[in-house]
């Protein structure tokens, strides 16, 4: 399975965003999707998730203002960012879990098997 990320950008605080993940190779509607962030300096950290059946968890700190989404039929998974911050400033990372296997309660970095390149989100204030 290959990941192909894009929609990063710069945007003021407050503002909106959309990210989309591309994949290619595997059996798209088997997995389970996420994002995941790394600032600068800092761990990449968890963001969003979504199940085969479109079950969703969000991290804390995106609650109520980021949506995770996916497109079976274009192989494509969507992460909608209202009121955009500038601590969201981070390169953010798509990523696909194991075929046929359960999205974990808490995701973890380590419990997606593939991974898409960074895609610089920046969020001035």
């Known amino acids: 399975v290959q990941l192909q990320a894009s929609g990063g950008g710069l945007v003021q605080a407050g503002g909106s965003l959309t990210l989309s993940c591309t994949a290619s190779g595997g059996t798209f509607s088997g997995y389970y999707w996420g994002w995941f962030r790394q600032a600068p300096g800092k761990e990449r950290t968890f963001v969003a998730a979504?199940?085969?059946?479109?079950?969703?968890t969000y991290a804390d700190s995106v609650k109520d203002r980021f949506t995770i989404s996916r497109e079976n039929t274009k192989r494509t998974v969507h992460l909608h960012m209202n009121s955009l911050r500038p601590e969201d400033t981070a390169d953010y990372y798509c990523a696909a879990g194991s075929y046929g296997r359960d999205l974990p309660p808490t995701p973890q970095a380590n419990d997606f098997a593939f991974w898409g390149q960074g895609t610089l989100v920046t969020v001035s204030s």
């Open positions: 979504i199940t085969q059946r479109n079950g969703v």
